[in-house]
């Protein structure tokens, strides 16, 4: 399967819709490695990240393969924390960006369908928390 050309607008269409992405995020037009990123905190130096593959000069996608990328990121250090599998672009990508997202930050409990996670700081180092306040989610981000 061939990719397909994706625009700057593509992406909002998407990502600007909360009942496209079922998310609980607020985004902000960036830019990585030259080309077009958006990017919404999650915590204090921490974002999750998607790079578009459209050079920060043009509205669309590269003709290359280049593939989209959904990550998060700690925005003082440049490192990487969670990555998912690169998005092709071809037919089905929204679907499959959004998915992306959710895998990195839906909260892992099983009882909890709606609970995102966070990073927050504190006595012990920088630890993932759930946005649900009925949920006791907790995970630290040391290694
Ligand atoms: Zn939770």
Redesign the pocket.
Known sequence: MGSISISLQDFRDILYNPEKTGLDLYWNETQNGGERAFHSEIGEDFVVEILTSIPVKEYYSRQENDAIRTQIRNTETGEIIEAEPHTKRTQGWEERVVSKIHALID???ED?SD???RISNGEYGRYYF???DN???IQSLSK
């Open positions: 909260c892992p409990e909890d609970g995102e996670k759930c946005t649900n949920c006791d989610f």
